[in-house]
Nanobody, 120 residues
């Protein structure tokens, strides 16, 4: 059974940093990308960025470009979302997912989500 477990959320002041982790068990995703999405209350789930598992290429939403960095550890089967210069508008539940592209519909496996709250 495939399982993604994301963790690392919390409460941080504006301008601070957090690092989220997403660990996969059950299989590897060499033919997929590991994506990060977020969903704020009352809003649709939004693409944050992705890392292509094979090769490590990354892509980001304009709203986080230059502040967020996605990386992966292929030995640990873990992806990371390093978030710097956080803003209150980054507050959301963050999800990792395995799939490809910018649409949530293109992702097949999802983590349970981790809350990130940025105070002003």
């Amino acid at each position: 059974q495939v399982q993604l477990v994301d963790s690392g959320g919390g409460l941080v002041q504006a301008g601070g940093s957090l690092r989220l982790s997403c660990t996969s068990s059950g299989r590897t995703f060499s033919s997929y990308a590991m994506g990060w999405f977020r969903q704020a209350p009352g809003k649709e789930r939004e693409f944050v960025g992705e890392i292509v598992w094979s090769g490590g290429n990354t892509y980001y939403a304009d709203s986080v470009k230059g502040r967020f960095t996605i990386s992966r550890d292929t030995i640990k089967n873990t992806a990371y979302l390093q978030m710097n210069s956080l803003k209150p508008e980054d507050t959301a539940v963050y999800y990792c997912a395995a799939g490809r592209g910018t649409s949530a519909r293109a992702y097949y496996y999802w983590g349970q989500g981790t809350q990130v709250t940025v105070s002003s």
